[in-house]
């Protein structure tokens, strides 16, 4: 999805500095090829067919991950389509001659229907991987607002920053910012510009920071003061957090001491008595 957002309609994709012109040239054909599936897919979106395919469920994943546009949810689209096709092939092709009946039959649908979850899977991890992003980024957001607030910066020049400045400390929350500064500049107001990043991740303390972001923008007023409890409030939960993993951690270790070190102890504790005892035994019977 993000190869095919990344090359404009009808335009060829720029060779990386540095790509020798067959590597220019298999870059280009891979652009190419998932332009077309995207605009193939994107035809569908709104049919019967595509509103089953891309259920409401996998686009809000799809932006979970960052692909907010209808290209890349026609990519989805086509790739769910052209996985569950292939797979069953690459399964008739080479298991299905060594299977017979039922089981041929158990192994296609097994086929079919793992080609067709494959593309959500791998959104699903993604998804996953960036809300746990978010959550970790959630903090230093909430500082980098303050300071720039601080130093007497707007929030529409704050969000600017961010997005520009900080995408390698906060990749997903500056990628983002941007997309919710690009809304703006296309005219929407900034509650709607948020409002994707407030309900998209399903996390409280970013609602609560996208409410103070609107209402900052919309009467203004000191927000140093509520951003510093705010932070500190933060790191707060993410040391209890932190601790109550740590108390886990040490249950589940106290299980691997027990399996692990326990028989050690005992045959290095009890070994040389069992061995007496066994000795004793023979001699007696002698």
């Not at 793992?114 to 970790?136: H, I, W």
């Not at 303050?146 to 990628?175: A, E, H, K, W, Y």
């Amino acid at each position: 999805a993000a190869g095919a957002r990344a090359v404009p309609d009808g335009a060829a994709p720029r060779p990386a500095k540095g790509d020798t012109p067959a590597a220019a040239g298999r870059r280009a054909r891979v652009a190419h090829l998932l332009e077309r599936l995207s605009a193939a897919g994107t035809r569908w979106l709104d049919t019967g067919v595509g509103r089953h395919v891309v259920a409401e469920e996998d686009r809000r994943m799809l932006e979970q991950c960052g692909y907010v546009d209808a290209r890349s949810r026609g990519l989805f689209l086509s790739a769910r389509i052209v996985g569950a096709l292939v797979v069953p092939v690459l399964f008739v092709a080479f298991v299905g001659p060594h299977l017979q009946g039922g089981r041929w039959v158990l192994g296609f649908v097994l086929a079919f229907v793992t080609g067709f979850m494959l593309p959500k899977a791998y959104v699903r991890r993604r998804a996953g991987k960036r809300c746990q992003a978010v959550v970790d980024e959630l903090p230093l957001l909430v500082d980098m607002l303050r300071l720039l607030q601080g130093v007497g910066l707007s929030l529409d020049q704050s969000i600017q920053v961010v997005t520009n400045d900080f995408r390698g400390m906060m990749p997903v929350l500056s990628s983002e910012m941007g997309i919710a500064q690009r809304q703006f500049a296309a005219g929407r107001t900034r509650e709607q510009s948020l409002q994707r990043l407030a309900s998209g991740y399903d996390n409280e303390d970013l609602r609560a920071i996208v409410r103070l972001m609107i209402q900052v923008d919309k009467h203004g007023g000191a927000v140093q003061e509520p951003l510093k409890q705010f932070g500190d409030r933060l790191r707060e939960a993410r040391r209890a957090m932190l601790r109550e993993r740590i108390g886990r951690l040490t249950v589940k270790m106290t299980g691997v001491m027990i399996l692990t070190l326990l028989p050690a102890l005992l045959i290095v504790t009890a070994g040389p008595g069992m061995i007496s005892v066994l000795r004793a035994l023979s001699m007696a019977h002698q």
